[in-house]
């Protein structure tokens, strides 16, 4: 299954705004390369968010861990960038962000974003996440994931 295919299966099945996959570039921290939208969320693909490299969640997800939020804007609250980059993604209320760890590092990460209104996850819409980041592990990896299932 392709990259695509797999963020469009998870945007469906989880009923969310958005979905990002974000790829280990040089020289840039994370950029979305995939995306998937419902009828009326706009596009984040190259809009900059501040401190991209020092948000909170970025770091969080940089050590393996899955972050789940339910209310984003009552998260991180004293982080300005943070509380900045959810007005520029369109006022993300709540998020799933799961790391693709290949060989102990972190190489991309999947964002499944709820825009306007909080959203209360449940443990099978953080399995659905991680099946989703799994999907796209054996398509870059060649071959099944293993994960850890941390949040």
């Known amino acids: 299954m392709q990259y695509q295919q797999i963020l469009e299966a998870l945007l469906d099945d989880l009923s969310g705004s958005r ?19 419902d009828a009326t969320t706009q596009s984040i693909i190259g809009l900059a968010a501040p401190n991209m490299a ?8 940089l050590a393996g ?14 982080d300005a960038p ?3 980059m959810l007005v520029i993604y369109g006022g993300m209320g709540a998020q799933i962000v799961t ?3 290949i ?26 996440c991680q ?7 054996a398509t870059m990896a060649g071959g099944p994931a293993a994960h850890d299932h941390t949040s």
């Open 131 to 137: 099946a989703a980041v799994d999907a796209v592990h």
């Open 82 to 84: 943070f509380q900045e």
């Open 65 to 78: 861990k899955q972050v789940i939020q339910n209310d984003c804007k009552n998260e991180f609250i004293d």
């Open 99 to 101: 790391p693709i760890v």
């Open 54 to 61: 020092g948000q909170p969640v970025v770091v969080r997800v």
């Open 19 to 37: 979905v990002t996959l974000r790829q280990d570039v040089e020289g840039d921290v994370f950029p979305i390369t995939h995306e998937a939208l």
């Open 103 to 128: 060989e102990g590092e972190t190489k991309a990460i999947i964002s499944l974003h709820v825009l306007g209104e909080t959203r209360e996850w449940t443990a099978a819409d953080a399995e659905r």
